[in-house]
């Protein structure tokens, strides 16, 4: 079982930046694959950006050049920071990993965008 709990959403301005966290129950190494996705009122949920297996990143087309993806494998946790916040990057964002075929889900957090 893989537990996964994030943290740092909150409000921003336009152009301002946030660090997403998310922790890991157990170790980070025994993950899979692991990424973030988000999911906008009235839409879809989408992949933001994640780490492969192989260990590649791959980021949304909407992000690509903005956010960052990382990893602290010493503390279980992986990072999200996005820079150059626009409103349509107001989601609830979610941690995801993959474990021997099994799919786990984060609670989310809020990210809003506003002036």
């Known amino acids: 079982q893989v537990q996964l709990v994030e943290s740092g959403g909150g409000l921003v301005q336009p152009g301002g930046s946030l660090r997403l966290s998310c922790a890991v129950s157990?170790?980070?190494?025994?993950?899979?694959?692991m990424g973030w996705y988000r999911q906008a009122p009235g839409k879809q949920r989408e992949l933001v950006a994640v780490?492969?297996?192989?260990?590649?990143?791959n980021f949304g087309d909407s992000v690509q050049g903005r956010f960052t993806i990382s990893r602290d494998n010493a503390k279980n946790t992986m990072y999200l920071q996005m820079d150059s916040l626009k409103p349509e990057d107001t989601a609830v964002y979610y941690c995801?990993?993959?474990?021997?075929?099994?799919?786990?889900w984060g609670q989310g957090t809020q990210v809003t965008v506003s002036s």
């Open positions: 995801h990993a993959t474990r021997l075929g099994n799919d786990y």
């Open positions: 780490f492969s297996s192989g260990g590649s990143t």
């Open positions: 157990g170790s980070i190494l025994s993950i899979d694959a």
